[in-house]
């Protein structure tokens, strides 16, 4: 069993629809991240929260918005998705952002499965 | 971006051991990483090593580690049906920083 809890598992939205993800752990880890992965193909980072600060936008469009209420809790909002959105959306989170060399390995969930018609 | 590559599929024997590769890019990463994942579930890491290491065993995995080549392998031994997954590396792209670079992946099938 993950740590990392993501809920919906699974999410079927229109092109007009307005739908969040929701992210969560109890580790009391201080950094959580939004990865896309499509289909057949590598996770690719979207953001990164450090102490629920956005610190890495990785150019991604506006019709994804993140949101870090508490140490905890993360959330993407979606907004006026397209078709080519379609993706596996994994949540992790890590004790830190490391610095100085320290490991801080990624603990992923089981990701949402966004379906977008 | 930078590709981090690795061989897409991979067919062992019940028993027998395998070896996956990744090929990576960035010769400033910290660590380098091993995630497995199960179909329709996340990444679980399983094993990681420091760059300034050659080697580092835990159980059935065996990291090796040429950062000359910047080359990568995945040592599972006695390969059990329950190792079939995607296995993917990941470089932590300019050192430290958590934002991993994943591998593409390779598919790893265990034949009973």
């Known amino acids: 069993d993950t740590e990392v809890t993501q809920t919906p598992k699974h999410l079927v939205m229109g092109m007009t629809n307005k739908k969040s993800l929701k992210c969560e752990q109890h580790m009391g880890h201080r950094a959580m991240y939004w990865y896309k992965q499509k289909a057949k193909k590598p996770p690719e980072l979207m953001f990164v929260y450090s102490y629920e600060k956005l610190s890495i936008n990785e150019s991604v469009p506006s019709r994804f918005s993140p949101e870090c209420p508490n140490s905890s809790l993360l959330n993407l909002h979606l907004h006026a998705l397209q078709p080519e959105d379609s993706a596996l959306y994994l949540c992790a989170s890590s004790p830190t952002v490391p610095t100085g060399g320290v490991i801080s390995p990624l603990h992923f969930g089981n990701g949402t499965r966004l379906t977008v018609t | 971006g930078e590709d981090v590559e690795q061989s897409l599929f991979l067919s062992v024997r019940e028993g027998d051991s395998s070896v996956i590769n990744c090929t990576y890019t960035d010769s400033s990463s910290t660590y380098l990483y091993w995630y497995k994942q199960e179909p329709g579930a996340g990444l679980q890491l399983l094993t990681y090593?420091?760059?300034?290491?050659d080697m580092t065993q835990d159980q059935r995995l065996t990291v090796l580690l040429n950062k000359k080549d910047k080359h990568l392998s995945l040592r599972i031994a006695d390969t059990q049906t329950g190792d079939s997954a995607i296995y993917f590396c990941a470089e932590d792209y300019g050192g430290a920083t958590n934002k991993l670079i994943f591998g593409t992946g390779t598919l790893l099938a265990v034949q009973p």
């Open positions: 090593i420091f760059s300034n290491m």
